[in-house]
C-alpha cells in the first residue's frame, strides 16, 4: 500500500508512529504537509498538486488535520475522496467532530446520551439557558477548542454571564453544558477502530484541576470498558463518520456521557497506558479497506433523475407489525439499504423481518414511490398575494 499521512507535525509522536508503524508493515508511506496542497478543479478528473507538481497516485491517506487549518485540511481531503482515495476519516465526519455544537447536534439525533448542553448568543438568553441544563456550576466551551483549551468550569451563575457575555464580545461561540458532579476531574477515552474499540484509557486531572486532558498535567491508567461504553464510542465515531476516532465520554451515574469525539486522536498517552501497538492496528485497518474508498452515498445515489436516498419512518405507519417484504417495496423499484432499531444498524435487511413502531428504513429507489409510503399531512396551497403600495414604491426604489 502507498499510504500518506497529512500533517503538519511530521515530529510529533503520533505522527512518527504511524509513519513506523507503516514502514515496518513493508508499506510505502510519506508524511505530507496538509498546507502545501494545492486543489486541482481545471482539469477533467479531480487533481492535486504538491509543492506545484503533480502528485503521484496513493492507495489511502490518513489525516492529521489541525483544529486551526480544518477548512482547508477538509477540503484536501474532500479532494482525495473525489479521487478515489481511501480516508478512514471523511471531510465531513472531521468537520462535524471538530465544530462541537455541529457534533452534539448529530450524536443528539441518534439518541447519544450527553451531558445536557445549550447553545444561545442574545445576553437574555443565557440565564434561562444555564437553568435548562441544571444551573450553576456549568461548563463553558469554545466550540472549535482543542487538548482542553477553551473548556471553563464556572462555579456561579453570575460568573457564568460573565464569561459567555465577555467571549461573545469577541465574537466567540460557546457551549453551556451541565458540569457532571460524579465524574469531576475524570474521564474515559476509547480509541475506535473500524466496528471495535481496540484500547480505552482513564484519564484523572492533577491537583484541582477539572480538565483530565494529559496536555493539562492529567494521568492516565489502562481501563476495560464493559459493553456498554464500547457500544456508545463505536456508535458514536459511526455516526460522525468516523473509522479512527477518540471519543472522550464521562461516567455518568446511568452510564457513560459522551462528551467529545475526536478525529486526530494522539496515541502517546494511550499507547503509553496500555502498551498496546494502536498506530501499528491503525495501519492494519487502512491496509485491509484500501480497496473500499469512502464515498459520499447521497451524492452518488442522487445524480439519476428521480431516484434517491430517503428515511422512512414506521412511528404512527400502517405499516407496523408487516413484514419488510409485504411493504412491496422491490416491486416499487426501492432497494431498503439498512433497517435503524434503536441502536440496533440491520445492513441488507431480510424480508421476513417484521416492522417495528420506532424502525427507520434507509432506502434508495424512486422518490416518488418513498413519497407516497409517508403518512398524509395537511398541506397549505401558496397563494401569492399582490404587493403593496409601500412595497412596490419599496421596489421601485
Same mark, same amino acid.
Given at each position: !500500500?502507498?499510504?500518506?499521512?497529512?500533517?503538519?507535525?511530521?515530529? %510529533?509522536?503520533?505522527?512518527?508512529?504511524?509513519?513506523?508503524?507503516?514502514?515496518?508493515?513493508?508499506?510505502?508511506?510519506?508524511?505530507?504537509?496538509?498546507? $502545501?496542497?494545492?486543489? /486541482?478543479?481545471?482539469?477533467? %478528473?479531480?487533481?492535486?498538486?504538491?509543492?506545484?507538481?503533480?502528485?503521484?497516485?496513493? *492507495?489511502?491517506?490518513?489525516?492529521?488535520?489541525?483544529?486551526?487549518?480544518?477548512?482547508?485540511?477538509?477540503?484536501?481531503?474532500?479532494?482525495?475522496?473525489?479521487?478515489?482515495?481511501?480516508?478512514?476519516?471523511?471531510?465531513?465526519?472531521?468537520?462535524?467532530?471538530?465544530?462541537?455544537?455541529?457534533?452534539?447536534?448529530?450524536?443528539?439525533?441518534?439518541?447519544?446520551?450527553?451531558?445536557?448542553?445549550?447553545?444561545?448568543?442574545?445576553?437574555?438568553?443565557?440565564?434561562?439557558?444555564? #437553568?435548562?441544563?441544571?444551573?450553576?456550576?456549568?461548563?463553558?466551551?469554545?466550540?472549535?477548542?482543542?487538548?482542553?483549551?477553551?473548556?471553563?468550569?464556572?462555579?456561579?451563575?453570575?460568573?457564568? @454571564?460573565?464569561?459567555?457575555?465577555?467571549?461573545?464580545?469577541?465574537?466567540?461561540?460557546?457551549?453551556?453544558?451541565?458540569?457532571?458532579?460524579?465524574?469531576?476531574? $475524570? *474521564?474515559?477515552?476509547?480509541?475506535?477502530?473500524? *466496528?471495535?474499540?481496540?484500547?480505552?484509557?482513564?484519564?484523572?486531572?492533577?491537583?484541582?484541576?477539572?480538565?483530565?486532558?494529559?496536555? $493539562?498535567?492529567?494521568?492516565?491508567?489502562?481501563?476495560?470498558? /464493559?459493553?456498554?461504553?464500547?457500544?456508545?464510542?463505536?456508535?458514536?465515531?459511526?455516526? !460522525?463518520?468516523? $473509522?479512527?476516532?477518540?471519543?472522550?465520554?464521562?461516567?455518568?451515574?446511568?452510564?457513560?456521557?459522551?462528551? #467529545?469525539?475526536?478525529?486526530?486522536?494522539?496515541?502517546?498517552?494511550? #499507547?503509553?497506558?496500555?502498551?498496546?501497538?494502536?498506530?501499528?492496528?491503525?495501519?492494519?485497518?487502512?491496509?485491509?479497506?484500501?480497496?473500499?474508498? @469512502?464515498? /459520499?452515498?447521497?451524492?452518488?445515489?442522487?445524480?439519476?433523475?428521480?431516484?434517491?436516498?430517503?428515511?422512512?419512518?414506521?412511528?404512527?405507519?400502517?405499516?407496523?407489525?408487516?413484514?419488510?417484504? @409485504?411493504?412491496?417495496?422491490?416491486?416499487? /423499484?426501492?432497494?431498503?439499504?439498512?433497517?435503524?432499531?434503536?441502536?440496533?444498524?440491520?445492513?441488507?435487511?431480510?424480508?421476513?423481518?417484521?416492522?417495528?413502531? @420506532?424502525?427507520?428504513?434507509?432506502?434508495?429507489?424512486?422518490? #416518488?414511490? !418513498?413519497?407516497?409510503?409517508?403518512?398524509?399531512?395537511?398541506?397549505?396551497?401558496?397563494?401569492?398575494?399582490?404587493?403593496?403600495?409601500?412595497?412596490?414604491?419599496?421596489? *421601485?426604489?
Amino acid at each position: !500500500m502507498k499510504l500518506a499521512i497529512l500533517s503538519r507535525a511530521p515530529q %510529533a509522536y503520533s505522527t512518527q508512529r504511524l509513519q513506523s508503524a507503516a514502514l515496518e508493515r513493508g508499506h510505502t508511506v510519506r508524511v505530507l504537509n496538509t498546507l $502545501r496542497f494545492a486543489i /486541482d478543479l481545471a482539469g477533467e %478528473a479531480p487533481d492535486l498538486l504538491y509543492r506545484g507538481k503533480q502528485l503521484s497516485d496513493y *492507495d489511502a491517506i490518513l489525516p492529521r488535520i489541525g483544529s486551526s487549518i480544518s477548512y482547508f485540511g477538509t477540503a484536501v481531503v474532500r479532494q482525495f475522496e473525489q479521487m478515489d482515495v481511501y480516508t478512514p476519516n471523511t471531510s465531513n465526519g472531521i468537520a462535524n467532530a471538530r465544530d462541537k455544537l455541529r457534533a452534539n447536534q448529530i450524536l443528539s439525533r441518534h439518541n447519544i446520551e450527553m451531558p445536557a448542553t445549550a447553545f444561545v448568543r442574545n445576553r437574555a438568553d443565557v440565564r434561562p439557558a444555564i #437553568e435548562s441544563v441544571g444551573g450553576a456550576p456549568v461548563v463553558i466551551k469554545l466550540l472549535e477548542g482543542t487538548q482542553g483549551i477553551g473548556v471553563i468550569l464556572a462555579p456561579q451563575v453570575k460568573v457564568a @454571564e460573565a464569561i459567555i457575555e465577555t467571549l461573545h464580545s469577541t465574537r466567540q461561540n460557546v457551549l453551556i453544558q451541565r458540569f457532571v458532579s460524579e465524574s469531576r476531574g $475524570r *474521564d474515559v477515552r476509547a480509541l475506535v477502530i473500524g *466496528d471495535r474499540v481496540v484500547a480505552a484509557m482513564r484519564r484523572t486531572a492533577g491537583g484541582d484541576e477539572f480538565r483530565s486532558n494529559v496536555h $493539562r498535567g492529567g494521568t492516565v491508567e489502562p481501563v476495560q470498558l /464493559d459493553s456498554v461504553y464500547e457500544q456508545t464510542a463505536v456508535r458514536a465515531a459511526q455516526i !460522525m463518520g468516523l $473509522r479512527v476516532a477518540g471519543v472522550d465520554m464521562l461516567e455518568g451515574e446511568e452510564g457513560p456521557l459522551v462528551m #467529545e469525539v475526536n478525529s486526530s486522536p494522539g496515541l502517546q498517552g494511550i #499507547e503509553s497506558a496500555t502498551g498496546l501497538d494502536i498506530a501499528g492496528a491503525i495501519i492494519d485497518f487502512i491496509a485491509n479497506q484500501v480497496n473500499f474508498p @469512502e464515498i /459520499d452515498l447521497r451524492q452518488r445515489l442522487s445524480v439519476s433523475t428521480a431516484y434517491g436516498v430517503a428515511e422512512l419512518t414506521m412511528h404512527g405507519s400502517e405499516y407496523v407489525g408487516k413484514t419488510l417484504g @409485504e411493504l412491496g417495496l422491490w416491486d416499487r /423499484d426501492v432497494t431498503v439499504l439498512t433497517l435503524h432499531r434503536g441502536v440496533q444498524v440491520i445492513p441488507n435487511p431480510r424480508k421476513s423481518i417484521v416492522l417495528e413502531a @420506532e424502525d427507520r428504513l434507509l432506502c434508495f429507489g424512486k422518490l #416518488e414511490e !418513498m413519497r407516497s409510503m409517508l403518512p398524509e399531512r395537511r398541506r397549505r396551497r401558496t397563494r401569492l398575494r399582490k404587493l403593496s403600495k409601500a412595497a412596490r414604491e419599496l421596489a *421601485d426604489g
